[in-house]
Every structure is written in C-alpha cells, then in structure tokens.
C-alpha cells in the first residue's frame, strides 16, 4: 500500500527553503567556532613555544656568565700533590680568579714530580700504563712526591658528551673531598680509559670508579653530577695553555700538549712510543746525587731462543 499523505502534512516550497538556510547557518557557526579554536590553540601554542625558546636563552646565558666559583681544596697549584704513603698535601682552595700558587719545596732528596694530562688522552693512558707501577714505588718508598694536574683540553673529542671535562671535574671533587683517594682514583680513570671519539664514561661509571676508591661519596657523588668544578677546570686548562704554570724552578709559558712531566723543573722529552726505563732513568738523573734510592723498575726478561 501506498504513502497517501494529504498535501497539508508536506513541508511548502518556503518552508524548505528555510530549512535549509538554518542549516547552512549553523554549518557556519560551527565553522567559525572551530576556525576560532583551532585559533587560539595555534596562538597558545606558539607562546609556549616562545617561552621555552625564552626559557632556554636564559639558562643558557646564566650558566654562560655564572661566576666563577673557588677552585678544590688541596689544589691551590692547579694540581694535587701526593706524597708518602699515598696521601695529598692539604692546600686552601683557590680563590675564582686567583692565580696558583706554586707548592712548598720538598724534603731534600725528595723528588717533585708533575704530570699535566687529560684523562681523555691517548698518550697520557699510554704514559700511565708504562710508568704507573714505577711511580707508584715512588710515592710509596718517600722518595718522591707526584703532582698530578688534570686539564680538559679533549672536552670536544667524546661525541658530546664532554668526558674530558667531566672526568677533571671528578678528579678535583675526589681531590676536594676525598684528597687521600686521588691516587687510587686517578689511576681506576686511566685503567678505564675510554677512546677518543666515543661518549666515554659516563657519570654513573664515574662516581662508582669514585667509591670504589674510597671517596667520601656523600660530599663526591653530588659534586660529579652537578659538575661543582666545572668553571675551574675550565680555567685551570686557559691558565695551563697560556701559562705561567705554578711550577717551581721553572718558567714555563704554556704548553699545548698532554702528557707534559716535570722532574724537579726539568721537562721530561720523551720519546714515543714509550720505553720502560726511559723515564725512570730520567728521574734518576735530575735528581743528581740528592736520590737515596733507585726504585727502577725491573728488566723485562728477554725470551730463550
């Protein structure tokens, strides 16, 4: 059966018309509504695009012009000196933007030994591998006392990550903090050391290296994650590269190189690739007839043909 609606049920020609005007006029307000939204949205969006941007500046700008802060304790020389017993002798904190000051002469017949190196540098990984045992009878017998200076001049060379930096960072925090664990701590960063190129270690390696030293890690751990020397490695690597260096008996204008070694004031010239007893002649002969001892280091034995 068929739809027989009577005509007076059926919308007029004027009334469908404007039907469809009120629906073309809410289409548009809702246009316009989503339109303006969308607006506002965008607009909120780039002002928190440009107060991030702002924000960022700022930091940036802040942490550029940061004063300074005072250098570590037990390193007014722009290094740390180890003596008997492996055991750092103490020195006031450097005062931000104060020159070092060269450390007090040694005991007679004691040998001054400084070392310049980056903890990032090749050579200086290589210098430690051949003479750290040597050294390290040194400093234990009392025959010598080691002046160790970390500077930063590979900060670029770790894929971003700025090891170079943060590894003289953690150096002068352990020497702040922990002085009588530098040595063991110097020598776990070159045992570890990583290659030029790559991220290195990062922080976390790092204060664990620290605490297997036996670092005071309550003082050490917020000092290396916050990079509480930053400033003054950073200066301690100008004043290393355009001298004078605090170093007694001995002008030196600067050096460009890691490692740079001093024997009571004479650089040493090494030859490289390293040899076993190169240096330990060397020691031998600037400390002239005041070296009591000659903890040299055993030959290697040749092998039976």
Known sequence: MSDQRPASARPSKNERRAEAREKARQLRAEHLKKEKRNRL????????????????????????????????????????????????????????????????????????????????????????????EFIETLIESGAATVEYRPIAILTSRSAGTEYSLRAANAAACVANSSPDSFF???????????????????????????????????????????RGFESWVKAATERTRTGPLAIRGVEVDGIEGTPTIFVNGQQFEYRYPFDQGEFAQFVLQAAGDEFSTTPTPSPTPTPTP
């Open 184 to 226: 063991a701590f110097n020598a776990a960063l070159f045992d570890e050391q990583p290659e030029e190129g790559t991220p290195g270690l990062d922080d976390a390696r790092i204060i664990e290296l620290a605490e297997q030293a036996g670092a005071t890690m309550s003082l050490v751990e917020p000092c290396i994650a916050d």
């Open 41 to 132: 949205l965008l607009q909120g969006g780039v002002a928190l695009a440009a107060v991030a941007i702002v924000a960022i500046i700022a930091l940036v700008l802040v942490n550029s012009v940061r004063p300074a802060g005072p250098g570590p304790r037990n390193m007014a020389s722009d290094g740390i000196r180890i003596a008997e017993g492996f055991v750092a002798v103490p020195t006031p904190a450097l005062p931000a933007g104060d020159r070092p000051i060269v450390s007090e002469a040694n005991a007679d017949g004691v040998v001054d030994i400084q070392i310049v190196l980056d903890y990032l540098c090749p050579i200086c990984g290589e210098f430690e591998e051949t003479n750290g």
